[in-house]
């Protein structure tokens, strides 16, 4: 079984930066892509960034175009979310995600809170 731990969560002020991690307990070239979700209190799960693993295609939900970047350490088996420009509206547990090869089974990690406030 994959296992998915995150990193990097806090509290931080608006205009703020943080970086995500997620370590996978196997190849990030065993997923067909990875991705970071978030949800608020009362709110559902969300789609921030996806990457595949071959090609590098990355796709954002329209609130964090320009502010967030989503990559990855092959060697590490590691993935990141840089975060800039902080703002409240993104406080939330945010997980990593990795999709399979045949994009049948979607990997969750469980998940790391990130506070944006002053």
């Known amino acids: 079984q994959v296992q998915l731990v995150e990193f990097g969560g806090g509290l931080v002020q608006p205009g703020g930066s943080l970086r995500l991690s997620c370590a996978a307990s196997?190849?990030?070239?065993?997923?067909?892509?990875m991705g970071w979700y978030r949800q608020a209190p009362g709110k559902q799960r969300e789609l921030v960034a996806t990457i595949t693993t071959r090609g590098g295609s990355t796709n954002y939900t329209d609130s964090v175009k320009g502010r967030f970047t989503i990559s990855w350490d092959h060697p590490k088996n590691t993935l990141y979310l840089q975060m800039d420009s902080l703002k409240p509206e993104d406080t939330a547990l945010y997980y990593c995600?990795?999709?399979?090869?045949?994009?049948?089974?979607?990997?969750w990690g469980r998940g790391t809170q990130v506070t944006v406030s002053s």
């Open positions: 995600s990795g999709d399979s090869i045949n994009r049948r089974d979607r990997f």
């Open positions: 196997a190849t990030i070239f065993g997923f067909y892509a």
